[in-house]
């Protein structure tokens, strides 16, 4: 009796243990490609769905799209109307202050949701956040001592000379 015909019959309970644990590698691909199959029709039939829906569903489709350009563009607006005219960024500014906490909270939720989301699906699944490792701590340290106390500006300052 050949030697490797032994150690095949001693491990072959064994795969069959697995097996029945863990399930064949066949199955589990003949499972996804068939997981695969199904959302690709699905997907498929959203288009399909598509080119019978009314204008209504077009709009509500559109309004829904608009939600991530519009936070994004309002933020960099309102960088661009500091800079531009700072009174009226002021009242903005004042105007929204006014604003009760209990809204603040309902669109901080609405909004982290909508950006953290897509971030976190984004995400591959294998790398987490990695902490920083010491090399890096001490070049930020580096780094931060390197840095002047008072970084002047000069669209600042004359800002600043404007309001007295």
């Known amino acids: 009796m050949n030697w490797l015909n032994v150690i095949t019959g001693i491990l072959s309970p064994v795969n069959e243990v697995i097996k029945t644990a863990f399930g064949s590698r066949e199955a589990r691909d003949q ?10 029709q699905e997907y498929a039939a959203e ?7 009314n204008w209504f ?4 489709d559109g309004l829904n799209r608009l939600q991530r350009p519009t936070y994004t563009f309002s933020t960099l ?4 109307l500091a800079y531009k005219n700072p009174k009226d960024f002021a009242q903005i500014m004042l105007s929204i202050a ?4 209990q809204f ?7 909004v982290g949701f909508l950006f953290s989301s897509r971030m976190i699906e984004k995400l591959p699944v294998f790398q987490g956040f990695k902490p920083l490792d010491d090399k890096q701590l001490s070049r930020m340290r580096t780094v931060m001592k390197e840095l002047p106390q008072a970084i002047e500006n000069p669209s600042i300052e004359a800002w600043k000379a404007s309001r007295k």
């Not at 499972?31 to 690709?40: D, F, G, V």
């Not at 569903?57 to 509500?60: E, F, I, R, T, Y």
């Not at 607006?77 to 661009?80: E, H, T």
């Not at 006014?98 to 906490?101: K, S």
């Open 57 to 60: 569903d077009s709009l509500v």
């Open 104 to 110: 603040w909270i309902i669109i901080g939720m609405i």
């Open 31 to 40: 499972t996804a490609a068939s997981e695969n199959a199904a959302s690709m």
């Open 77 to 80: 607006g309102l960088f661009w």
């Open 47 to 53: 288009f399909v769905a598509r080119a019978q829906r």
């Open 98 to 101: 006014l604003i009760p906490e």
